[in-house]
C-alpha cells in the first residue's frame, strides 16, 4: 500500500533534486575561491565570507534585518494575541469581518502593498526611518502570527482556566497564570514565522527602505542587479543559515509538519 | 434581591459585550492606519496628475488609466505578466499534484524529510532562490553545461532573460503551495475508496486517476488561485531573470516610483493589477463552483 512505483519514484526524484538544486548551487558558490560566479566549484575557500565580514554596508544591512525582524514581529505579536482571543472566543458581529481583515495583507499583491506604504510614509514623513519599517513589516507579518495564534486559541483547555476562576483566581490572574502559558507555544511559533518573514521581505521593503535602512534583502537584490561576484552567494548562504536556524528552532516547538497542516488556505 | 442580581447579570454581560472590541482595538488601530489609510490613498493618487517639474498635482482625472489602457506598450506588459503567469499555474498544478500524492505515500520517516525539502524553500528569501536559477540558467550555466556535455545541444541555449527562464524560477517559487493545498485535500481522501479499487484490479496510476484526482479536484484548484495571483504580481523573480528589457506589470510599477518617479500613473498601474487579479480570482471561482454545482455529492 505504502510502495510507488518505479515511475513515481523517478519523478518524485526529479522533483526533489528541482527543488533542491537552485539553494544547493548558490551555497556551493558561497565556497568558491574564484573572483566570478561559475562552475564547477575549485575546492572550498572562505575568501567570499571574508569579503562579506570586510564590507560594512553589508555587515551593517544584516543588523538592520536581525532588529527589524525581532521588533516587527514582537509588535505583529503583540497586537494580535488580543485580536485572536477575540475571534477565537467570542461570537460578536463583525467577527468574520475583522478575521478577514486581520489576513487581508495577503490578499493584496506585495507590490502595491509596498506602493502604498511609500505614499502613506511619504505624507505622514516618516518615510525611510526604522519604525516607518516596523510599522509595515508588522502589517505585512501580521497574518502569519495571526493564523498561529488562531490555531493555538482554539486548542486552548477551558477547564483549567474555569478551574483557575473556581478557585478564586481574578479575571487578570486567570490570564497570566493559565492563558497566556497555555498560549506560548503558539505565540512563540507565531513570532518565529514572523520574523523569517520579515527577515526574508524585499518587495515591501524595496519601496519604503531608505539608504540608512536598507535590510539584507534589498541590499541582495541591489547587488546582484549590478554585478553578479559571488559575494552575493556569500550573502545568500547567511540568509539561508538564519533561515534554517529559526525553522529549525520552530520544527522543535511547533513541528512544522502541523504548520502545514491547516496552511492551504 | 432578585433585582440586583439581575442587574448585576446586565452590567456582567455589558462588560463582556464589549470584550471582543476592546481585544481587536490594537490590530484594528494598527491595520486601519497602516493599511486601509495607504491603499485608501494609492486609489486616489491614481486619479491625481503628474508633472515633471511640479510633481503630483491633485485632481479627478481618468488621464492616467487611459495612458495605461490605451497605449501598446503597457498592454504588451499587461499580455506578459497574464502570459506568465497562466503558464506558471498550469506547470505547477501539473507537476505540484503528482508530487503531493507521493508525499502522502511515502514512509512516515521519508515523508517528514520530503515534505520539508518540498516545502522548505517557501521559508527562503525568494532574491537567494532567483539567485540559484540565475546561475543555473545562464550562457554558462549548469543547465547548458549539462545538455552540452551530453551533446544533446550544439550551442547553448539563452534561458536567463526569457520568458521560459522566469516561467521556470516561478514554478519553483511557488509549487510549494500546490502541494500543500493538494496535501490537505488529500488528508480527506478515504482510503478505503483506494483500498477498494487496488483490490477490484486497478493499477497505481488507474487508482490516482479514476479515484484519487476526481476528489482533489477543489484542492488543486484552491492551490492554483493561490499560485496565480502570486505569479501575476512576482517582483523579485522576474525582475532579476528578466533583466531590465522583460518588463512585468510589478517591475513597471516600481520602475514607475523609483525611476521615472511618475507616482500617480504607478498608482493606476497598480489599481489595475488589483482589479484584473482580483476579477479573474472571482471568475475563476465562479467557474469552478458552478462546475461543482453541477455534480451531485
Redo the contacts between chains.
Keep these: 500500500m505504502r510502495r510507488i512505483g518505479w515511475f513515481a519514484g523517478t519523478f518524485h526524484g526529479a522533483f526533489i533534486v528541482f527543488m533542491l538544486a537552485p539553494l544547493v548551487v548558490v551555497a556551493l558558490v558561497a565556497f568558491t575561491p574564484d573572483g566570478y560566479l561559475s562552475l564547477p566549484v575549485h575546492g572550498p575557500s572562505l575568501r567570499w565570507f571574508r569579503a562579506l565580514l570586510a564590507d560594512p554596508a553589508f555587515v551593517e544591512s544584516f543588523w538592520i534585518s536581525i532588529r527589524l525582524g525581532v521588533v516587527a514581529a514582537t509588535l505583529a505579536t503583540a497586537v494580535m494575541v488580543p485580536a485572536a482571543l477575540a475571534i477565537g472566543r467570542y461570537r460578536f458581529a463583525g467577527r468574520e469581518a475583522l478575521l478577514g481583515f486581520v489576513m487581508s495583507p495577503l490578499m493584496i499583491p506585495t507590490v502595491v502593498l509596498g506602493v502604498a506604504f511609500l505614499r502613506f510614509l511619504t505624507l505622514v514623513r516618516v518615510q525611510g526611518t526604522f519604525a516607518g519599517l516596523v510599522a509595515c513589516h508588522a502589517v505585512v507579518i501580521g497574518p502569519y502570527v495571526a493564523r498561529m495564534l488562531l490555531v493555538a486559541v482554539a486548542g486552548l483547555d477551558r477547564r483549567v482556566e474555569r478551574a483557575a476562576v473556581s478557585l478564586g483566581a481574578s479575571r487578570f490572574t486567570t490570564f497570566r497564570r493559565a492563558t497566556v502559558p497555555m498560549l506560548l507555544p503558539g505565540i512563540a511559533g507565531g513570532w518565529l514565522l514572523a520574523f523569517i518573514a520579515s527577515f526574508d521581505e524585499l518587495t515591501v521593503t524595496i519601496f519604503i527602505a531608505s539608504p540608512a535602512t536598507t535590510t539584507l534583502p534589498v541590499r541582495l537584490f541591489s547587488h546582484i542587479a549590478q554585478t553578479t561576484d559571488p559575494l552575493v552567494a556569500s550573502v545568500s548562504a547567511v540568509i539561508m543559515a538564519v533561515t534554517t536556524l529559526v525553522l529549525l528552532a520552530l520544527d522543535r516547538l511547533y513541528g512544522v509538519d502541523r504548520l502545514f497542516a491547516g496552511g492551504g488556505r | 434581591m432578585d433585582q440586583t442580581l439581575e442587574s448585576r447579570d446586565r452590567t456582567l454581560r455589558r462588560r ?2 464589549f ?10 488601530a ?2 486601519g492606519v ?2 486601509a ?3 485608501a ?2 486609489l486616489v ?1 491614481s486619479v491625481n496628475l503628474y508633472d515633471q517639474t511640479r510633481g503630483v498635482i491633485p485632481a479627478l482625472s481618468a488621464a492616467n488609466y487611459a495612458s495605461v489602457l490605451g497605449d501598446p506598450y503597457f498592454q504588451r506588459i499587461f499580455l506578459r505578466t497574464l502570459r506568465i503567469a497562466l503558464i506558471t499555474t498550469v506547470v505547477a498544478a501539473l ?1 505540484g499534484t ?2 503531493a500524492w ?2 502522502s ?3 512516515p520517516r521519508w515523508r ?1 524529510a ?8 517557501l ?14 540558467l545562464g550562457r ?3 543547465i547548458n ?1 549539462a545538455l552540452l556535455g551530453v551533446d544533446l545541444l550544439d550551442r547553448p541555449v539563452e534561458l536567463l532573460f526569457t520568458e521560459t527562464g522566469i516561467v521556470i ?1 516561478l514554478v ?1 517559487v511557488l ?1 510549494p503551495f500546490v502541494v ?2 493538494v ?3 488529500l ?1 480527506r481522501v478515504d482510503p478505503a475508496s483506494e ?1 477498494a479499487a ?1 483490490s477490484l484490479g486497478a493499477s ?2 488507474m487508482v490516482f486517476f479514476r479515484i484519487v484526482l476526481p476528489q482533489i479536484v477543489p ?1 488543486v484548484l ?2 492554483s488561485v493561490i499560485v496565480f ?1 502570486l505569479a ?2 512576482a ?2 523573480t522576474p ?2 531573470i528578466g533583466g531590465r528589457r522583460l518588463k512585468v ?2 517591475t513597471t ?2 520602475d514607475e ?2 525611476t521615472t518617479l511618475d ?1 500617480p500613473l ?2 493606476a498601474i ?1 489599481v489595475l ?2 482589479v484584473s ?1 482580483v476579477a479573474i480570482v472571482l471568475l475563476w471561482n465562479r467557474l469552478v463552483e458552478r462546475r461543482y454545482a453541477a455534480v451531485p455529492g
Excluded: D, K, N
Excluded at chain 2, 19 to 28: E, M
Excluded at chain 2, 123 to 136: E, K, M, P
Design positions: 463582556t459585550r470584550t471582543p472590541l476592546w481585544l481587536s482595538l490594537p490590530a484594528l494598527l491595520y497602516l493599511l489609510v495607504p491603499l490613498m494609492t493618487l507537476i503528482p508530487e507521493i508525499l505515500r511515502l514512509a517528514a520530503c515534505l520539508l525539502t518540498v516545502l522548505g524553500p521559508f527562503i528569501s525568494v532574491v537567494v532562490r532567483t539567485l540559484g536559477w540565475t546561475i543555473l554558462t550555466g549548469l553545461q524560477a519553483h509549487v500543500i493545498a496535501w490537505t485535500a488528508q483500498r487496488l497505481g496510476r484542492g484552491s492551490g495571483s501575476a504580481s517582483f523579485a525582475a532579476l506589470v510589478a510599477i516600481y516610483f523609483l507616482w504607478g498608482a497598480s493589477l488589483v487579479v
